[in-house]
Every structure is written in C-alpha cells, then in structure tokens.
C-alpha cells in the first residue's frame, strides 16, 4: 500500500491550500487517515485524522481553519487549510493505517509535501 501526497506549495498570509493524498495498492479497507507536519527545529505534529465513519479530530493550532475530509471510494484524504499563517509552513505527511486483501493490517506514510506560507 502506498500514499501519494499533492497540493503543497507556497502561500501568502491568509491564503488557501488544498492538500490530497491518494493511497493505491492491495487495499481492502482504510481506516484512520490523517495529516501531520514537521517544522524546521520542531518535531512531527497531528495535525488532523479522521476514522472512516468520518468522526474528526484537529489538533488546537488549526481548529477554525482547516478541514479534514476523505472519499472512501478514492481511498483519498484531504486537508482544506484557509486563513493559513506563517506558523503553519512546514512538511505535511499523510498517514493511513487498515487491512490488505490478505487481511494483514497496515499502516504506511506518504512523501511530504511542503507548505510555505510567507508574503
């Protein structure tokens, strides 16, 4: 199972980005999705995850901001950021854990897109 993450890019203050992140191969079922990110110096955050009954959880930084959401039938995530800040730059990671078709549980990353908010 692989995750391929897209929609990074550099923004200005108060801006918008959309980040997706597909994941292919021999997947049966996805269950928790989620979006992290690592800043320069600081260690990885959740940023947001969402189960597949679509039940949500965002950490406090982005809560009003940003929006979390997956189409179960693309076995895509994806992150709506609105009003971003300088604060959120970093390399968002997507994250996916489930069962293949051989019933074996997995839980794969995908690369890093980067987020650069700055005027």
């Known amino acids: 199972v692989q995750l391929q993450a897209s929609g990074g890019g550099l923004v200005q203050p108060g801006g918008s980005l959309r980040l997706s992140c597909a994941a292919s191969?021999?997947?049966?079922?996805?269950?928790?999705m989620g979006w992290y990110r690592q800043a320069p110096g600081k260690q990885r955050e959740l940023v947001a995850g969402?189960?597949?009954?679509?039940?949500?959880n965002y950490a406090d930084s982005v809560k009003g901001r940003f929006t979390i959401s997956r189409d179960n039938g693309k076995n895509t995530v994806y992150l709506q950021m609105n009003s971003l800040k300088p604060e959120d730059t970093a390399v968002y990671c997507c994250?996916?854990?489930?069962?293949?078709?051989?019933?074996?549980?997995?839980?794969?990353w995908g690369q890093g897109t980067e987020v650069t908010v700055s005027s």
């Open positions: 191969g021999s997947i049966f079922s996805i269950h928790n």
């Open positions: 969402i189960t597949r009954a679509g039940d949500t």
């Open positions: 994250n996916a854990d489930g069962a293949d078709y051989g019933l074996t549980w997995f839980n794969v």
